[in-house]
């Protein structure tokens, strides 16, 4: 499958290296790229990165840094030196903190490794927002902070599916939207607040698709993937 027909990213959230590779295993790298969030590499470390790399999967590693500017871009050059697909980094930590980041990922030779930033998470809701002092919608909150992360010149942003059409108007076509908070329709929303399902995301403009227990919990996680890219196919794409 090439880039444009692989949007699914399956969120390895799992607490030890076995139980992710055994999932791996479950899955085809052919149809989907995985992701490896603070859990599994506070437990695994690079170990598990190189083994899924191993086994031909693309890797997005989700630690989602956010520090002052020399700490931030060191980390990010750490993940790049991984040969991770991509890496991320909190939009709200600012100008600098991100253009620190970018700088020193352009600094690298033949460095592929994509560079995002988180805007509002898609578990939080306005109240959320209220309670630490940002007292505009999630929607108002994630423009700007993407409109930031295109300006530090980043290679797109996390978002809300909810909010991928307004982004796909104002930001360039190359500017990748990778949205989670993805729900097939009968799967429960469980934790996440602003979600939508894998089609309707699509078509909202996103680039990628994070989805983790709507696959990683199905009976089959790659038969539950493929039937995923099936609705995809039949709703026009590809
Ligand atoms: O950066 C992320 O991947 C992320 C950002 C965000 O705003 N919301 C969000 O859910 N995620 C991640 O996306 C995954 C969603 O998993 P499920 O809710 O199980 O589909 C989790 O690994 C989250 O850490």
Redesign the pocket.
């Known amino acids: 499958m090439t880039d444009a027909l692989k949007p699914i990213i399956v969120?390895l959230?799992f607490p030890d290296q076995g139980a992710a590779l055994t999932m791996a295993d479950r899955l085809d790298p052919d149809t989907c790229r995985v992701?490896v969030?603070k859990e599994l590499f506070t437990r695994a470390g690079p170990a598990v990165v190189e083994a899924l790399q191993s086994r031909g999967f693309e890797v997005f590693l989700?630690l989602?840094f956010h520090d002052i500017p020399n700490t931030t871009a060191s980390a990010v050059k750490a993940a790049a030196e991984l040969g991770v697909w991509m890496v991320?980094v909190h939009a709200s930590g600012g100008r600098r903190m991100m253009q620190a980041a970018r700088e020193i990922l352009d600094k690298q030779a033949d460095c592929q490794t994509l560079l995002i930033a988180?805007t509002v998470?898609?578990?939080m809701e306005q109240v959320d927002l209220e309670d630490i002092g940002i007292a505009v919608e999630p929607v108002q909150q994630v423009q700007r902070l993407a409109k930031l992360t295109a300006e530090c010149g980043l290679d797109g942003v996390?978002c809300s599916a909810q909010e991928a059409g307004l982004l796909r108007q104002q930001l360039a076509n190359s500017f990748k939207l990778i949205t989670?908070?993805?729900r097939p329709l009968d799967a429960d929303a469980?934790d996440?607040r602003r979600i939508m399902t894998p089609l309707e995301a699509l078509r909202q403009g996103s680039d990628y698709l994070?989805?983790?227990?709507?696959i990683t919990r199905a009976e089959d996680p790659a038969a539950r993937c493929s039937q995923i890219l099936n609705e995809l196919q039949q709703g026009g794409f590809f």
Do not use: M, Y
């Open positions: 969120a959230d992701k969030g989700d989602k991320n988180v998470l898609t578990s996390v989670p908070g993805i469980g996440q994070v989805i983790g227990r709507p």
